[in-house]
Every structure is written in structure tokens, then in C-alpha cells.
């Protein structure tokens, strides 16, 4: 079956960076889209940044200069390159795909179960 799952988080100081990965498990012909969403508790889940099937690559204004979505297709593997990361970035990041299992299949959408992000003054 086809997984998703991330790593990468962890705790580090305002001004840091972090390397988020989320690794598409099972066999598959190719990731359409891809995005990455966090979660505060208590919050509803934010849009945090995206990218098309054309390869554009799309960003939420809180992230935007600061944090980068790209993808290894040969790995399966989608990231988040965090930067300059503030407190109010905490959060549990998760990721999200629109994949195709095979040539011609219909796409589907899978979600991973999240990695933690914690940033400290």
C-alpha cells in the first residue's frame, strides 16, 4: 500500500533550519502534486506550501522567503527546507500527494502522519 511518512523535525532556536522529508513508500508511477500542512492543537490545519503539476511551486505569506518545497522524484521523496524557522512555525507538519500507482491510473491523495517542529526563543 502506498505510505507516506515524515522525519526531520525536531527542536531547535529561533534563526535556525531544518530539513523536512516525506518519503512515498510502495510502488508507484509518479507524484502529480505535493504539499506540506501544519497543525497547531487547538488550530485548524494551515496550508503551508505546495507545488502543481507543472512544477510551480506555491507558498502561504507567513512562509514565503523563508521556507522551499521540492522533490527527488528518483527517491519518492518530497522536502521542506525550513530557514530562519521563528517560535510561531511550531507545529506538527504534515505531508500530502496526489499520486498516480501506474501509467493511465486514476491520482490519489494520501496524507503521512506528521513529524514535529518545535522552535525555541
Known amino acids: 500500500q502506498v505510505q507516506l511518512v515524515e522525519s526531520g523535525g525536531g527542536l531547535v532556536q529561533a534563526g535556525g533550519s531544518l530539513r523536512l522529508s516525506c518519503v512515498v513508500s510502495g510502488s508507484i508511477f509518479s507524484i502529480n502534486t505535493g504539499a506540506w500542512y501544519r497543525q497547531v492543537p487547538g488550530n485548524s490545519r494551515e496550508w503551508v506550501a505546495s507545488f502543481v503539476s507543472g512544477g510551480a511551486t506555491n507558498y502561504a505569506d507567513s512562509v514565503k522567503g523563508r521556507f522551499a518545497i521540492s522533490r527527488d522524484n528518483a527517491e519518492n521523496t518530497i522536502y521542506l527546507q525550513m530557514n530562519n524557522l521563528k517560535p510561531e512555525d511550531t507545529a506538527v507538519y504534515y505531508c500530502?500527494?496526489?499520486?498516480?500507482?501506474?501509467?493511465?491510473?486514476?491520482?490519489?491523495?494520501?496524507w503521512g502522519q506528521g513529524t514535529q517542529v518545535t522552535v525555541s526563543t
Open positions: 500530502t500527494a496526489e499520486v498516480r500507482i501506474s501509467v493511465g491510473s486514476r491520482k490519489r491523495t494520501y
